[in-house]
């Protein structure tokens, strides 16, 4: 019998429970796919079917993990149906080197596809709590070290959870491998480039600068990016915006600074307009930032922190430094 690790928390006076899906009921796994659809809004796009969830699950045939995060109702239980669940993770167990398959524990890794949050419990800090969780599950039960995904460079807040609070690393930057993906947090005129990076389980991760030193990396360090901030008509209204107005590829010291914007799924809402300037603000965006980490990766330069900067705007920043 297998102990499958099971934890309550409590934020903002909700209750939270996070649990691995163990049902042998092949409709019990159609509410990942609908929360999904909640969270990226792409239609055309799906899960396998609810059978072959089921089978996919390494409680019952395949070597996926399904994690959920499920809210307690009205008279504190917790119900693991659709209405009450509020995050979920999925992935599977993949292997690293091609040429030697399963042969060895130390060849094999965790794929970790999907990480979603109802768009209304995005406040509760859920996102890193199941990235804890799934690290708890997959080395107690699984026993698996080393975890990969892939994540969009220009999202700020999947940045910091991965760099900064995870200390994943990044092993390459990978030029719209899912082709033109539209949804609420992508759009299809704005390549899906992504970074391919690995979470190490067992190192022991502390943000390369802490945080009373920031503000001092930031005053010194040359960047890689030129950034104006201008108010626009957006979709929704007047919205102020980072503007990327030129790149500096002659960098040549040990470490530097690339800016993203601070939020890069607002600004890809907000530019869905007819003036072809402001539409293809985000579109500028990816292909200067793909050009530039491609540029100094080659160089062998390195991420090693995710940094903020706090002021009339919010800035957010790569911290590169060149390999020794």
């Given at each position: 019998m297998i102990n499958l690790p099971e934890k309550i928390i409590e934020i903002k006076g909700k209750k939270f429970l996070f649990r691995v899906e163990s049902s042998s009921k092949a409709e019990d796994y159609q509410k990942y796919e609908e929360?999904?659809?909640?969270?990226?809004?792409?239609?055309?796009?799906?899960?396998?079917g609810s059978r072959n969830l089921l089978c996919e699950n390494f409680l019952h045939e395949g070597s996926s993990l399904f994690i959920g995060v499920f809210e307690e109702?009205?008279?504190?239980?917790?119900?693991?149906?659709?209405?009450?669940?509020?995050?979920?993770?999925?992935?599977?167990?993949?292997?690293?080197?091609?040429?030697?398959?399963?042969?060895?524990?130390?060849?094999?890794?965790?794929?970790?596809?999907?990480?979603?949050?109802?768009?209304?419990?995005?406040?509760?800090?859920?996102?890193?709590?199941?990235?804890?969780?799934?690290?708890?599950?997959?080395?107690s039960v699984l026993?698996?070290?080393?975890?990969?995904?892939?994540?969009?460079?220009?999202?700020?807040?999947?940045?910091?959870?991965?760099?900064?609070?995870?200390?994943?690393?990044?092993?390459?930057?990978?030029?719209?491998?899912?082709?033109?993906y539209g949804g609420r947090l992508n759009r299809q005129d704005v390549p899906s480039d992504r970074f391919f990076a690995c979470w190490d389980l067992k190192k022991k991760h502390?943000?390369?600068?802490?945080?009373?030193?920031?503000?001092?990396?930031?005053?010194?360090?040359?960047?890689?990016?030129e950034v104006n901030y201008q108010q626009v008509l957006g979709r929704d209204g007047p919205v102020i915006l980072e503007i990327s107005t030129g790149l500096n590829l002659?960098?040549?010291?040990?470490?530097?600074?690339?800016?993203?914007?601070?939020?890069?799924?607002?600004?890809?809402?907000?530019?869905?307009?007819?003036?072809?300037?402001?539409?293809q603000i985000p579109l500028v965006w990816r292909l200067q930032t793909r050009k530039l980490f491609l540029h100094y990766f080659k160089k062998g330069y390195e991420i090693i922190d995710f940094l903020a900067e706090k002021g009339n705007h919010q800035a957010v920043f790569y911290l590169l430094q060149k390999k020794s």
């Open positions: 929360l999904r659809q909640v969270v990226w809004e792409f239609a055309p796009d799906h899960l396998s109702d009205g008279s504190g239980r917790f119900l693991y149906d659709s209405d009450h669940l509020v995050g979920f993770s999925y992935g599977f167990a993949g292997i690293k080197d091609k040429s030697l398959g399963f042969s060895q524990p130390g060849n094999i890794w965790f794929y970790s596809q999907f990480l979603g949050v109802r768009p209304d419990r995005l406040n509760f800090g859920l996102g890193i709590l199941i990235k804890e969780f799934q690290k708890e599950v997959l080395l026993k698996i070290t080393t975890v990969v995904c892939t994540y969009d460079p220009l999202t700020a807040v999947n940045a910091h959870r991965n760099i900064r609070r995870l200390g994943m690393e990044v092993l390459e930057y990978r030029v719209a491998p899912y082709g033109e502390q943000p390369a600068i802490k945080e009373n030193e920031m503000a001092g990396y930031l005053d010194r360090l040359p960047r890689a990016i002659e960098i040549g010291a040990e470490q530097l600074l690339v800016p993203i914007p601070a939020d890069f799924y607002l600004m890809l809402r907000a530019t869905q307009v007819e003036d072809s300037q402001i539409h």
